[in-house]
């Protein structure tokens, strides 16, 4: 059985990320994956800084991230766009995971990793200029990137009060989107077994 961990780069409690990669999860864990889904803010992390790690070491947070990291098969990541890219939030965790500790390999949270990106906002673009920048930054730290993504447009009507969506064509979209990580991790396991 495959296991995806689940998070967006946002930390705002009524995130529409959030609500996004939660659909998407819906759609992997029908497909026989295990997800879990974490929040980032729940990671009180410094910012990253070389001389603080050499100071202190890895924070513990930021050690518990990296080992979910490690322990699942692939990601489902959601992000809002700010300027064209992604969260401080985000980015910061990333670096922190991507530190090497004790005998692991280089990027061993990332490294033959395989994730399913989406976005959303309210703008009509659905935040799709972050998807350019997070599929770059995951597959240069070694994640592969599926092809298809998602940007969801007009994200804040789509949602009801309870955290539901709305609109069945993005239901399914999303879906659809964690169906088939998971489906390419599960093959992906059966040839490596």
Do not use: C
Request: glycine letters at 8%; zero cysteines.
């Amino acid at each position: 059985m495959v296991k995806i961990l689940a998070f967006a780069g946002s930390g705002r409690k009524n995130s529409v990320n959030k609500k996004v990669v939660a659909v998407a999860a819906k759609g992997a864990e029908e497909a026989g994956a295990v997800v879990t889904i974490v929040n980032l803010e729940d990671y009180d992390l410094p910012i990253f800084n070389e001389d603080l790690e050499a100071e202190q070491g890895m924070p513990v947070a930021a050690q518990a991230f990296k080992e979910l990291l490690i322990n699942h098969d692939g990601f489902l990541i959601s992000s809002p766009e700010y300027n064209s890219s992604y969260s401080s939030l985000f980015k910061n965790a990333i670096d922190w995971a991507s530190r090497k500790s004790s005998d692991e390999a280089p990027m061993a949270a990332y490294r033959g990793k395989v994730a399913a990106i989406m976005a959303a906002s309210p703008g009509a673009l659905g935040g799709i200029r972050v998807l350019v920048t997070l599929r770059m930054l995951l597959e240069n730290i070694g994640t592969m990137v599926l092809p298809s993504q998602k940007a969801v447009g007009g994200a804040f009507k789509l949602f009801d009060e309870q955290g539901n969506v709305t609109d069945e064509k993005t239901e399914k979209a999303l879906k659809s989107l964690g169906k088939e990580l998971a489906e390419t991790l599960t093959k992906l396991k059966v040839k490596l077994s």
